[in-house]
């Protein structure tokens, strides 16, 4: 029994950061084409911005911080994983 639960904790331990990167690469993925639809306007960098610079900029910050949720609320599994995986590594250890 013990062999079979350490078989799927270490399958459980490989396949998430798999996982996690898949889940990255799509999200990566999607940013790179909603910028192609934007015109992109020719600037020259400043050692000081406009204001109108500076507020677009802070907007696009909080837009994009807005639009993903946090790792928790996304993935929660992992972290029921990670609970399970530690319990059971406790369980085999003790």
Not at 12 to 18: D, F, M, Y
Not at 57 to 85: C, F, M, N
Request: aromatic fraction near 4%; hydrophobic fraction near 50%; charged fraction near 20%.
């Amino acid at each position: 029994m013990r062999k079979v639960l350490l078989t799927a904790a270490a399958l459980l331990l490989c396949a998430a950061p798999v996982r996690a990167q898949q889940a990255l690469a799509t999200t990566t993925d999607a940013a790179p084409a909603a910028q192609a639809d934007q015109p992109k306007a020719e600037r020259t960098p400043s050692l000081y911005p406009t204001s109108d610079e500076v507020r677009r900029q802070v907007s696009k910050a909080e837009a994009a911080r807005h639009d993903t949720a946090p790792l928790g609320s996304r993935d929660w599994w992992y972290l029921v994983a990670a609970i399970a995986v530690g319990v059971i590594i406790a369980a085999v250890l003790l």
